[in-house]
């Protein structure tokens, strides 16, 4: 038993037990801390229900804008990179390529853009409430998951439309797997980006202009095949995490090709290590979260 001592103003010590008391703010263990997390998961998937499909109320057509914005987004950059800048070369059903490219690839993207500044901007809870903080990665990565079936399959939809004389292989099945793990890694994503934006403010510049980087660098316009004459670079883009999950998903869906070890093998490792670094990385400061102003 503790025994603390609290002393009255008359003079005299009084002794209480403290060994019911614990400390606010203290970092659990790895296995309590998914304990508490596993309780609170209705609340996570309510919280990201709520907010998923959510648009402004002064928009006259309301959820349409969900699936017709990130077409349009798509298909500015296809017009753009195709027929301006001309990546299209040797690249067939250049639309198609560019929409799935570019909205699969927004899956990751919104990850980062969401983990900047997510602890400050949940402060009020976090100072009102005794709760995993991982809890808030995990409500906002569910809101991104049902947020973004929609547009994928708007996406899939167009790319099957603009090579309507293809048979449709059924090998676009895979695409289920590939967009659970694109959603795990970019939870680890958002893991990482959420401490280190919560403690050095300055960084959600650097993430901001490294996504932009990693968004033109993935082959989402062009085909690696162009970097055939240098094959230091061609290395690094199909190393690229960005070009793998992209060019699986374009396999699946496109070209009708099974997925492969050497291909899907490294998307599998890239989402769960990413997810388990990001996971210890961003409970190692649970106690800190508190404190972020």
Known sequence: MTVGTLVEASGEAI???????????????????????????????????AKAFRTPRDVWMGKVWLVISPLIDAMMYAVIFGLLVRTSNGIENFPGYVVLGVTFFQIFQKYITDGNDLVKKQQNLIKSFMFPRAALVFSQSLKLFYATIVPLLVAI?????????????????????????????????????????????????????????????????????????????????????????????????????????????????????????????????????????
């Open 15 to 49: 002794r209480i037990d403290t060994s019911s008391l614990r400390r606010l703010s203290v970092r659990p263990p790895i296995p309590e801390y998914v304990r508490q997390l596993w309780q609170r998961r209705f609340f996570m998937q309510a919280d990201a229900s």
């Open 157 to 293: 939809i167009f790319t099957l439309a603009t090579q309507w004389k293809e048979p449709l292989n059924w090998t676009i099945v895979f695409i289920v797997p590939l967009f659970f793990l694109a959603h795990i890694f970019g939870t680890g994503i958002m893991f990482i980006v959420a401490r280190v934006t919560a403690f050095y403010p300055d960084s959600e510049i650097i993430f901001r202009l490294g996504q932009r980087f990693w968004f033109y660098s993935s082959g989402i316009f062009f085909s690696v095949e162009r970097f055939v004459q240098q094959p230091v670079i061609q290395t690094i883009m199909m190393n690229n995490p960005g070009y793998q999950f992209l060019a699986a998903a374009r396999n699946s869906v496109m070209y009708g090709e099974l997925p492969t070890l050497p291909l899907w093998g490294p998307v599998a490792a890239w989402s769960i290590g990413t997810f388990i670094f990001g996971f210890v990385f961003f409970w190692r400061a649970e106690e800190r979260y508190v404190t972020v102003k």
